[in-house]
């Protein structure tokens, strides 16, 4: 069972920068998928960036050329530099393993979902 911690959250004024970090215990993340995604209280939790065993990348549209995602096999560890923040980057933030596109029988389409989660480092981004 991956255990994942994350940290690195505060508060931010609007441009400002922060690194989140994600460690994992309890397994190696050398074999996973592992994404951070965010969410704002009373919505959808967003896919932010995703980073495949290889190192490759995918991300968000509104993130792209601002944010980072970048991993350390060695570390067991998975980072987030988000740099230029602004205040709609404001959200809890979210560590996860084991990501890949499964069926989702209640949305009837394919999505990426992941298997292990952390419980989240809070980002405020004040204007």
């Known amino acids: 069972q991956v255990q994942l911690v994350e940290s690195g959250g505060g508060s931010v004024q609007s441009g400002g920068s922060l690194t989140l970090s994600c460690v994992a215990s309890?397994?190696?993340?050398?074999?996973?998928?592992m994404a951070w995604f965010r969410q704002v209280s009373g919505q959808e939790r967003e896919e932010v960036a995703v980073?495949?065993?290889?190192?490759?990348?995918t991300y968000l549209d509104s993130v792209k050329g601002r944010f980072t995602i970048s991993r350390n096999n060695a570390e067991n560890t998975i980072y987030l530099q988000a740099n230029t923040l602004k205040p709609e980057d404001a959200a809890t933030y979210y560590c996860?393993?084991?990501?890949?596109?499964?069926?989702?029988?209640?949305?009837?389409?394919?999505?990426?979902?992941?298997?292990?989660w952390g419980q989240g480092t809070q980002v405020t981004v004040s204007s």
């Open positions: 309890g397994g190696a993340i050398s074999g996973y998928y």
């Open positions: 996860a393993a084991d990501c890949a596109f499964r069926w989702d029988r209640d949305a009837g389409q394919f999505r990426r979902q992941c298997t292990y």
């Open positions: 980073i495949d065993k290889g190192g490759a990348t």
